[in-house]
């Protein structure tokens, strides 16, 4: 257990977060958003804006600089009179106070030629379509055997449609710049992003600038749950603001703004069908996704590839279809397709239990499988079985009676549910460079991001170890574009990708220091270790050929959640009394920050079963519901008792640490146990999220 | 233009943290804003601007507010504590102490609200103010897991750190009263 090495400065306020760093002769930004749904700019009025004491730019696609090369629709800030959906940037102001930006930006006059904008996402949608590929790179259908025919002749049939919401993270800090353009040209900025490297790549491409004269700075990320994964456009917009202003300027997108421009999870269609024999083998899995995307950017989650993964069975479909509509771009948020694929499979799962009178774990166990169903690849190690095994001993579920809708306590219901959970063990080629000090201790460099995970502090553990230093002798460096290249802190490789490069750097180091002792150089000793020279002695890692030489695994982290709830008779409401997580996900490194990254991502599944949902104003777009009041999140007292655990599990396929990633397996298969644990309660199914009092009443 | 677009300054005196600050302000501009961006206090937070989130939380005259809602020109004379202010000489507060030890935070950025409404809601309970959780109005209200969620809500956190956070308020009231007894 190893408290996070930057404890004190959060503690203290003293942790800087983008909008925070001191810089002289500052601007601040304030953006104006597309009142209409779909249409064009046919004019800017800017004088009165101009004309307020304090206003130094005003900028729109009457007068914006031409980006050189955006490499996304998202990022071409205002390079068009097109709007594409209500709530997009279409001009912003650069003012002397925050106050000003604010006062200016509401005084900007966009005209426009509005046309009706198509914002409903629905099955029979004509502009359906069959994306290329799902995020990041999965066929978007795959099929096996004759699933249509087998699921038509199975003995038990389970033929339902799941539909989720759309979501948006909700990060506590919002997406948040400054930015700084020297006297060559050079730019600078402090952003809140999950990965310095890739807003560097990105911001460089979009102006036409060398990526090495783009500097991108964020050691502390007030979170992000995959909306701060990429640059989005309010990134480009304060650099083109900068530029424009000829100062540096701040811009932080206000929460209500974050809703429309900094993306959300895409609401899904999910049909799913189940044929099993009586006694609940599956003989055919059949998952067809329907999800929309925006017209500035295709992005297709890929809600459907966990079925590819969890269970056996011999005829198999997975498709997913996406229907471009005038609505903001969807983007990654927290296991972007895991988490709605798994809560439609493990809530049918549920129905199939019932349907086959066999105990939902049990189901699970018959179905369990030692190669990856689809690919035929052995599973670098899978242990779904022992954590619902474990988790079931833990939470209390043998002799649980299958009857719905009988367990009274006063006026309350009472129900328990199971789902599993399941995530990819994703790994990305990074590098690194460890460092020995004259004084005795390392430093260790990489432009990862710690969002909040404890990224630094594990690569911290991971650098001790391999050096054999102690914790406090190693300075962890990350957060920021100047160090050498890292992934993302996405798709739970952060670990897993950083580690690697931080474990060969520091042993290329420590085969250095050895040959220096063995070379007897002169310097300062250094804990028998060898000799330091007094500018240090230092080695570099890239872990992109190691990555490319890799066996061929499935490699995937399981779960299994289990939730007892209690639903209201009389209003409907329904809370978590207690929720646990088991997981198998390689080794633990720091086991007090993964238990908080477990319990954190159940703590947003239980938001997603019963509290989250943005919804789509039909007539004029955008999401209706803009800002915390409205949108809502868990807050303390709806967490009562959720503790998560986890089995030992060592597996030598995954990378040196033998670990897998913790960040975003938490919320897979909460909603579903939640939402199963609703039907042990109350015998209503709901295949709706969020499972609200409006939804249960009716039927209770 | 509108004369209401035009700036209007005014001076005030905010003691914060102990120390005396005479500035001029914007009337329109937020006591949060006047501690980050003229004061440099960047330790509260702004989440959402609206008194929404908590992130802003700070304490006016001992009694914990959402900085983002007070207006600066409203509060001349008042006496604020921030996060910043937490700690004496260097020496963590007991909830700061707990926080740390019971990891109460992962992305830290409500953090320094949750800390500066926890300091307050803590005065309240010792002060035997109820809560709407509280069930006999008549007698002093113990501070038990419900009471903390309850008193705890106006601070919203998205990594979902309030396991800790509880356990932590749990340890630290405990402590207080162990000081006080
Ligand atoms: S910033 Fe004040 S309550 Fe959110
Ligand atoms: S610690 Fe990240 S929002 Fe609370």
Same mark, same amino acid.
């Given at each position: ?458 690569? *911290?553990?991971? %650098?001790?170890?391999?050096?054999? /230093? #102690?914790? &406090?002798? @190693? $300075? =962890? ?5 100047? +160090? ?75 779960? *299994?959640?289990? %939730?007892?709830?209690?639903?209201? /008779? #009389?209003? &409907?409401? @329904? $809370? =978590? ?5 088991? +997981? ?89 146990? @939640? ?26 | ?181």
């Amino acid at each position: 257990m190893t408290e996070r090495l930057e404890s004190r400065e959060k503690v203290t306020g003293t942790a800087r977060y983008a909008f925070e760093y001191p810089v002289e002769n500052v601007a601040y930004v304030a953006a104006v958003q597309a009142s209409v749904g779909r249409g064009e700019i046919t004019a800017v009025g800017t004088e009165a804006a101009m004309a307020l004491p304090g206003v130094l730019a005003v900028l729109s696609c009457e007068n914006a600089p031409r980006l050189s090369d955006p490499p996304d629709g998202e990022l071409a800030v205002f390079q068009s009179r097109t709007v594409s959906y209500r709530g997009q940037f279409v001009a912003a102001v650069v003012g002397e106070t925050l106050e000003t930006a604010r006062e200016a930006a509401r005084l900007v006059h966009v005209e426009y030629a509005p046309e009706a904008p198509d914002v409903r996402l629905r099955t029979d949608h004509p502009s359906l379509y069959q994306p290329g590929k799902v995020n990041p790179v999965f066929p978007a259908d795959t099929e096996q055997g004759e699933p249509e025919e087998v699921f038509n002749n199975s003995a038990v049939r389970v033929d339902v449609t799941y539909t989720t919401p759309a979501e948006h993270n909700n990060p506590m800090e919002p997406h948040a710049t400054i930015a700084l353009w020297d006297e060559h040209g050079y730019l600078t900025l402090y952003d809140s992003t999950q990965g310095a490297s890739t807003v560097q790549s990105m911001v460089a491409q979009t102006f036409g600038l060398d990526p090495s004269h783009v500097r991108v700075v964020a050691p502390h990320v007030g979170g992000g749950f995959g909306s701060k994964g990429i640059p989005k456009p309010n990134v480009v917009l304060a650099a083109m603001a900068a530029g424009a202003a000829g100062r540096p300027v701040k811009f932080a997108v206000p929460r209500q703004q974050m809703y429309a421009t900094t993306g959300y999870r895409t609401p899904t269609i999910q049909r799913l069908r189940l044929g099993a024999d009586n006694d609940g083998r599956l003989n055919a899995i059949l998952h067809d996704v329907v999800e929309q995307t925006s017209t500035v950017k295709e992005f297709a989650e890929q809600t459907a590839t966990p079925t590819r993964v969890m269970y056996q069975a011999p005829h198999r479909r997975t498709s997913h279809r996406l229907v471009p509509l005038d609505v903001p771009t969807p983007s990654w948020m927290r296991a972007p397709g895991e988490t709605p694929g798994m809560y439609a499979l493990e809530s049918v799962m549920d129905e199939l239990a019932i349907a086959t009178g066999i105990d939902p774990i049990e189901l699970r166990i018959r179905n369990d499988t030692d190669r990856e169903p689809e690919s035929g690849l052995p599973f670098s190690s899978r242990n779904l079985v022992a954590c619902l095994q474990e988790g079931a001993a833990r939470f209390g579920w043998a002799g649980r009676d299958p009857a719905t809708g009988v367990r009274w306590e006063g006026r309350k219901l009472i129900g328990t549910g199971v789902a599993a959970s399941t995530y990819p063990a994703y790994m990305s080629p990074n590098r690194a460079i460890a460092r020995a000090e004259p004084d005795g201790t390392f430093t260790v460099r990489i432009a990862a991001a710690d969002i909040g995970t404890g990224a630094r502090t594990a690569l *911290a553990l991971i %650098a001790a170890e391999t050096l054999k /230093a #102690d914790l &406090g002798d @190693v $300075r =962890v460096e990350l957060g920021d574009s100047a +160090f050498p290249r890292a992934s993302v802190a996405g798709g739970s490789s952060g670990t897993a990708g950083w580690g690697t490069a931080v474990v060969r750097a520091c042993e290329a180091l420590r085969a250095k220091l050895n040959g220096a002792v063995a070379g007897g150089r002169g310097g300062s000793s250094h804990a028998g270790n060898g000799a330091i020279p007094p500018e240090g002695l230092e080695a570099a890692a890239d872990t992109g050929a190691e990555l490319k030489a890799r066996e061929k695994y499935a490699r995937h982290a399981f779960g *299994a959640q289990f %939730a007892e709830v209690e639903v209201d /008779a #009389d209003t &409907g409401e @329904v $809370r =978590v009394r207690r929720m646990l997580g088991v +997981f198998a996900a390689g080794r633990i490194i720091n086991p007090a920050t993964a238990r908080s990254q477990f319990i954190g991502g159940m703590t947003m599944g239980v938001g997603m079963a019963l509290l989250e949902e943005s919804v789509m104003d039909e007539e004029f777009g955008d999401f209706l519901n803009r800002d915390l009041a409205q949108y809502h999140v868990p807050a303390c007292a709806d967490v009562r008792d959720i503790d998560a655990a986890w089995v030992e599990e060592s597996d030598p396929h995954l990378n040196p640490m033998g670990s897998k990633g913790i960040g975003e397996i938490g919320i897979v298969g909460a909603a579903a146990a @939640v939402g199963n644990a609703v039907h042990h309660a109350t015998g209503i199914r709901v295949r709706h999220l969020p499972i609200t009092p409006a939804t249960l009443l009716p039927d209770l | 233009m509108d004369s209401e677009s035009t700036p209007v300054h005014a001076d005030i005196t905010l003691v914060v943290n102990g120390r005396e600050h005479r500035l001029s302000v914007d009337t329109r501009a937020s006591l949060l804003d006047v501690l980050r961006e003229d004061l440099g206090l960047t330790g509260s937070k702004k989440g959402c601007d609206h008194g929404q989130c908590g992130a802003c939380t700070i304490l006016i005259g001992g009694r914990r507010a959402n900085g983002c809602l007070a207006l600066a020109v409203a509060h001349d004379g008042a006496d604020i504590v921030t996060v910043e202010g937490l700690a004496r000489d260097g020496r963590l507060s007991p909830v700061q102490e707990a926080f740390i030890e019971q990891d109460a935070f992962q992305c830290g950025y409500c953090t320094p609200g949750q800390l500066c409404s926890a300091t307050g809601m803590l005065d309240e309970a010792g002060q035997g103010w109820p809560s709407t959780v509280t069930g006999d109005l008549g007698s002093e209200p113990v501070l038990d897991d419900d009471e903390i969620r309850e008193r705890m809500s106006g601070n919203l956190c998205r990594c979902g750190a309030y396991v800790g956070i509880v356990a932590a308020l749990r340890e630290a009231s405990r402590r207080k009263e162990a000081a006080e007894a």
